[in-house]
């Protein structure tokens, strides 16, 4: 009978579990600051479809092999794992954690853990007082979390970065001033480089900009910007990763848009899965290895951190029920294992959470997943009445939530400017599901260049470029070109768009005004105001590669610039579809609106849009 080694820990934190939960869960952040050195693991699918992960290391010198099964969690609240071991002075490693609220709104914070020695170095290890050290430690770790998360520490955990060799010190720093003069750096070029050379690797894998902006309370906008041009300075590397859309890893990468697989596979979740460019294609960065090199391997490859969309996870036996003390807000979610088969998507409209039933498919080893109505508030009922141990999982379906997609960077205004060579692959499209487009066009220009001459109407429509491709990048979209006279640009986020073009509208008096100051003499006419005719609307469209830059296509683009040619100068004309849309209507609320509809080239039936009228002079 193997001698197992028991120990717990309980310790009382300042903050509430909501609070401490995303450091205390973050196991593979835990093991990089306590110094557990990175591991490999190989994933082999099984007959069953489920995955086996074999895991190895060396620890000091001695070759450690286990398996390393799912971790079981409920958010906020409790994980635990356990780890079978082949190799090394264990064979079994099986720690659990537990958050509760105090009255004081504080959390308690129990540590369990179970360990069975092999072997005399193992007998040894716990006889010199293993549990002891560990428990030192653990303590340290958890009290500076909690501080951290009171605000009292600079990081979730004490960490002292490999230091930086003088060449690579002194190349980061040279790379730094060169983007510190940037205009897309933002100020926050120094804050970039402290980060690459004090931050944790798990935190420079995969820089993604939309965490970046949250951690530094900043636009989005700017941290995607100064990651493009850090790019382009060569401090950074880009990765365009696609994203597995159950356990949202990045399971296939590439530099290069041209050179995105169209497909890949997970092999944690043993499915294949297409690219979406707007759903899950996203870009990353990280470090050049000229700067700071990141290692190889994993600290922890399926605690909650890698899976933060997922509040509940729990492996079942055949035949088992759990019931499960937790309260989910209302919102939709999928009901599914970690195991390929069947799943189920509910919207939970409070009160009671659906039970959750796993059975057998007609044909095995599949699996259907089914919710039934639940019986108690505050509980969440799991049953598998298969005939295989199942990991249920219950997940929120905002699993993009820190992605920034590639529809979204490549309608930055910064993206287009500074890595103009990363487009499709010659004769491929990548379809959207929701880009708005706007058109733009001068009113009257063929008067413009009779009043002014040709050469200083030249200089004002360059010179109103200039303009618009400043609002638009201010609003987080992109000039996809000149045509003529006439802009179209591009917008991932319907509200920015409209947005811009309200900037645009309302900022075109103070452009003429200030064209006419400057260019005025006493021997000069002065007449040199213009107007600005604009079209909005969103939909379904297509990027394309044409003449080495993305471009778009489809209905949508048409409609757009259809729309353009019905306003008249200092209008704007939106599709009566983009105006009603939710997040529109307070934009246009107290504006003056006329409700149309004309007949369009190009469509068969007559179009409704909304005109917004002019509201002062030019």
Same mark, same amino acid.
């Given at each position: 009978?193997?001698?197992?080694?028991?120990?717990?820990?309980?310790?009382?934190?300042?903050?509430?579990?909501?609070?401490?939960?995303?450091?205390?869960?973050?196991?593979?952040?835990?093991?990089?600051?306590?110094?557990?050195?990175?591991?490999?693991?190989?994933?082999?699918?099984?007959?069953?479809? /489920?995955?086996?992960?074999?895991?190895?290391?060396?620890?000091?010198?001695?070759?450690?092999?286990?398996?390393?099964?799912?971790?079981?969690?409920?958010?906020?609240?409790?994980?635990?794992?356990?780890?079978?071991?082949?190799?090394?002075?264990?064979?079994?490693?099986?720690?659990?954690?537990?958050?509760?609220?105090?009255?004081?709104?504080?959390?308690?914070?129990?540590?369990?853990?179970?360990?069975?020695?092999?072997?005399?170095?193992?007998?040894?290890?716990?006889?010199?007082?293993?549990?002891?050290?560990?428990?030192?430690?653990?303590?340290?770790?958890?009290?500076?979390?909690?501080?951290?998360?009171?605000?009292?520490?600079?990081?979730?955990?004490?960490?002292?970065?490999?230091?930086?060799?003088?060449?690579?010190? *002194?190349?980061?720093?040279?790379?730094?001033?060169?983007?510190?003069?940037?205009?897309?750096?933002?100020?926050?070029?120094?804050?970039?480089?402290?980060?690459?050379?004090?931050?944790?690797?798990?935190?420079?894998?995969?820089?993604?900009?939309?965490?970046?902006?949250?951690?530094?309370?900043?636009?989005?906008?700017?941290?995607?910007?100064?990651?493009?041009?850090?790019?382009?300075?060569?401090?950074?590397?880009?990765?365009?990763?696609?994203?597995?859309?159950?356990?949202?890893?990045?399971?296939?990468?590439?530099?290069?848009?041209?050179?995105?697989?169209?497909?890949?596979?997970?092999?944690?979740?043993?499915?294949?899965?297409?690219?979406?460019?707007?759903?899950?294609?996203?870009?990353?960065?990280?470090?050049?290895? /000229?700067?700071?090199?990141?290692?190889?391997?994993?600290?922890?490859?399926?605690?909650?951190?890698?899976?933060?969309?997922?509040?509940?996870?729990?492996?079942?036996?055949?035949? *088992?029920?759990?019931?499960?003390?937790?309260?989910?807000?209302?919102? *939709?979610?999928?009901?599914?294992?970690?195991?390929?088969?069947?799943?189920?998507?509910?919207?939970?409209?409070?009160?009671?959470?659906?039970?959750?039933?796993?059975?057998?498919?007609?044909?095995?080893?599949?699996?259907?997943?089914?919710?039934?109505?639940?019986?108690?508030?505050?509980?969440?009922?799991?049953?598998?009445?298969?005939?295989?141990?199942?990991?249920?999982?219950?997940?929120?379906?905002?699993?993009?939530?820190?992605?920034?997609?590639?529809?979204?960077?490549? $309608?930055l205004q910064a993206f287009r400017d500074l890595l103009p060579e990363q487009v499709l692959r010659p004769g491929e499209?990548?379809?959207?599901?929701?880009?708005?487009?706007?058109?733009?066009?001068?009113?009257?220009? $063929?008067?413009?260049?009779?009043?002014?001459?040709?050469?200083?109407?030249?200089?004002?429509?360059?010179?109103?470029?200039?303009?618009?491709?400043?609002?638009?990048?201010?609003?987080?979209?992109?000039?996809?070109?000149?045509i003529g006279d006439a802009v179209m640009a591009v917008f991932a986020d319907p509200q920015q768009a409209v947005r811009?073009?309200?900037?645009?509208?309302?900022?075109?008096?103070?452009?003429?005004?200030?064209?006419?100051?400057?260019?005025? $003499?006493?021997?000069?006419?002065?007449?040199?105001?213009?107007?600005?005719?604009?079209?909005?609307?969103?939909?379904?469209?297509?990027?394309?590669?044409?003449?080495?830059?993305?471009?778009?296509?489809?209905?949508?683009?048409?409609?757009?610039?259809?729309?353009?040619?019905?306003?008249?100068?200092?209008?704007?004309?939106?599709?009566?579809?983009?105006?009603?849309?939710?997040?529109?209507?307070?934009?246009?609320?107290?504006?003056?609106?006329?409700?149309?509809?004309?007949?369009?080239?190009?469509?068969?039936?007559?179009?409704?849009?909304?005109?917004?009228?002019? $509201?002062?002079?030019?």
């Open positions: 009978m193997p001698h197992r080694h028991h120990r717990t820990w309980v310790w009382t934190l300042p903050v509430p579990p909501a609070a401490i939960w995303p450091y205390v869960s973050d196991t593979a952040r835990f093991n990089e600051a306590a110094g557990t050195p990175r591991y490999d693991v190989e994933e082999i699918a099984r007959p069953d479809g /489920s995955v086996r992960r074999k895991a190895t290391a060396s620890y000091k010198g001695i070759a450690v092999a286990w398996d390393d099964p799912p971790y079981e969690w409920v958010a906020e609240r409790e994980f635990r794992q356990t780890r079978l071991f082949q190799r090394g002075p264990l064979t079994k490693l099986a720690p659990a954690l537990l958050l509760e609220p105090t009255p004081e709104g504080g959390s308690r914070l129990t540590y369990r853990l179970e360990a069975e020695p092999r072997g005399l170095l193992g007998h040894l290890l716990f006889a010199g007082g293993l549990l002891d050290r560990m428990g030192q430690g653990l303590e340290q770790m958890i009290r500076h979390a909690g501080d951290f998360a009171a605000g009292a520490a600079s990081m979730p955990f004490e960490y002292e970065p490999p230091p930086l060799p003088a060449e690579q010190r *002194e190349r980061l720093e040279g790379l730094t001033g060169r983007i510190a003069g940037s205009a897309y750096a933002h100020g926050l070029a120094g804050r970039l480089a402290d980060h690459i050379a004090s931050a944790q690797e798990v935190d420079l894998v995969r820089i993604r900009p939309r965490i970046l902006a949250r951690d530094w309370q900043v636009p989005v906008r700017h941290t995607a910007e100064l990651c493009l041009e850090a790019t382009r300075a060569g401090l950074l590397n880009l990765s365009w990763n696609v994203l597995c859309p159950r356990c949202g890893g990045a399971k296939a990468k590439t530099a290069q848009l041209d050179t995105l697989p169209q497909a890949a596979h997970c092999p944690s979740c043993n499915i294949p899965y297409d690219s979406r460019f707007a759903e899950n294609v996203e870009i990353s960065f990280s470090p050049a290895p /000229s700067i700071r090199t990141i290692g190889a391997g994993e600290f922890c490859m399926g605690g909650p951190h890698v899976s933060r969309h997922i509040l509940v996870q729990q492996i079942l036996a055949p035949g *088992e029920t759990r019931n499960i003390n937790v309260s989910l807000p209302a919102g *939709e979610y999928r009901l599914r294992a970690l195991e390929p088969g069947g799943e189920t998507v509910i919207r939970h409209t409070g009160g009671a959470f659906p039970q959750i039933i796993a059975s057998d498919a007609a044909i095995l080893p599949a699996f259907d997943i089914a919710a039934t109505p639940g019986d108690s508030i505050g509980m969440i009922v799991l049953h598998n009445r298969s005939r295989r141990t199942l990991t249920l999982v219950i997940e929120a379906r905002d699993w993009r939530r820190d992605a920034l997609t590639a529809h979204e960077a490549t $309608t499209d990548a379809s959207i599901d929701n880009l708005v487009l706007m058109f733009t066009d001068l009113e009257g220009s $063929t008067a413009l260049y009779e009043r002014l001459g040709d050469a200083a109407a030249y200089r004002l429509v360059r010179r109103h470029f200039g303009f618009l491709a400043s609002s638009i990048r201010e609003h987080d979209g992109a000039l996809v070109k000149t811009a073009a309200l900037a645009i509208r309302d900022g075109i008096a103070a452009f003429n005004a200030d064209y006419r100051h400057e260019t005025a $003499t006493a021997d000069r006419p002065v007449d040199a105001a213009i107007g600005l005719k604009m079209g909005l609307h969103g939909g379904r469209c297509i990027a394309v590669n044409l003449n080495d830059r993305l471009d778009y296509f489809g209905s949508t683009v048409n409609m757009a610039a259809r729309l353009q040619g019905r306003s008249r100068g200092g209008e704007v004309v939106l599709s009566e579809s983009l105006a009603a849309d939710p997040a529109i209507a307070p934009l246009l609320d107290g504006l003056p609106l006329a409700h149309e509809a004309a007949e369009l080239k190009g469509f068969d039936r007559p179009v409704p849009f909304v005109r917004l009228t002019v $509201t002062g002079p030019t």
